[in-house]
C-alpha cells in the first residue's frame, strides 16, 4: 500500500470514530431516560436561530464589503435571494426548502442574470 493510501484510510478511520463519538456523547453523558438539564435543553433552542442570525449577517457583510455603492444593480442578486427564503420560510415553513431555494435563486442571479445587466 502506498504512503497516500494508508493517509487516506487513517483520515477516514479517524473521521469516522470522531464522528461516532460526537453523536453517541449525549448519551452517553445523560442517558437514554435521563432528562437533560434545562440549560442544555435552553441551549438547543436557541443556537439554531443564532446560527442561521450569524450566516446572513456574513452574507451581507461580505455583500457590501464586495460591491461598490455606484453599481447600479449594487446586491441584486443577494437581496433576491434572500427575498426569496424569506417569502419561501414563511408560506411553507420548511428551512430545507428555503435554503435550497435561496441558493439556487442565488446561483441563477450571479450566474445568468447580472452578467446581462452590466
Known amino acids: 500500500m502506498s504512503e497516500m493510501t494508508q493517509y487516506l484510510i487513517l483520515l477516514l478511520l479517524v473521521t469516522g470514530a470522531t464522528n461516532y463519538f460526537l453523536r453517541a456523547f449525549p448519551f452517553l453523558l445523560f442517558g437514554t431516560a435521563q432528562k437533560p ?18 450566516l446572513v449577517v456574513y452574507c451581507y457583510c461580505s455583500c457590501f464589503k464586495e460591491i461598490s455603492f455606484a453599481d447600479k444593480f449594487f446586491g441584486i442578486a443577494e437581496w433576491s435571494a434572500g427575498i426569496v427564503v424569506v417569502l419561501l420560510h414563511l408560506w411553507r415553513g420548511n428551512p430545507l426548502l428555503s435554503i435550497i431555494a435561496g441558493t439556487a435563486v442565488y446561483m441563477v442571479m450571479i450566474q445568468k442574470i447580472v452578467p446581462l445587466l452590466a
Open 37 to 54: 438539564p434545562a440549560a442544555v435543553t435552553e441551549l438547543g433552542t436557541l443556537i439554531s436561530p443564532a446560527a442561521i442570525a450569524m
